[in-house]
């Protein structure tokens, strides 16, 4: 069992950039990857990116490329999301999750959940 607490969410302008944590706890050394993932009203939940908790592996989905960066610590159980340039079409609710398995993008394979935190990005 994972439990993850993310923060650094809010209101942004566009142009402008927020950086997401996620602070894991309980039984980390199971974790295969860190996960960020988006859901925005009316739309389903949305691979944002990954990174291999041990080891060497970072994913990304199409929107965010060039624009966002994940990171971990893995002194501090920490997984970061970096984001810059935010655009509007960003709002969503920005969720971590940890996964046991070798697949980042599929939501399926994340057992562990955070609440999320809002980001809003205004034009």
């Known amino acids: 069992q994972v439990q993850l607490v993310e923060s650094g969410g809010g209101l942004v302008q566009a142009g402008g950039s927020l950086r997401l944590s996620c602070a894991a706890s309980g039984r980390t050394f199971s974790i295969s990857y860190m996960g960020w993932f988006r859901q925005a009203p009316g739309k389903e939940r949305e691979f944002v990116a990954a990174v291999r908790w041990s080891g060497i592996g970072t994913y990304y989905a199409d929107s965010g490329k060039g624009r966002f960066t994940i990171s971990r610590d893995n002194a501090k159980n920490t997984v970061y999301l970096q984001m810059n340039s935010l655009k509007p079409e960003d709002t969503a609710a920005y969720s971590c999750?940890?996964?046991?398995?070798?697949?980042?993008?599929?939501?399926?394979?994340?057992?562990?959940w955070g609440q999320g935190t809002q980001v809003t990005v205004s034009s």
């Open positions: 999750a940890s996964s046991l398995n070798s697949v980042p993008k599929d939501p399926a394979f994340y057992p562990s």
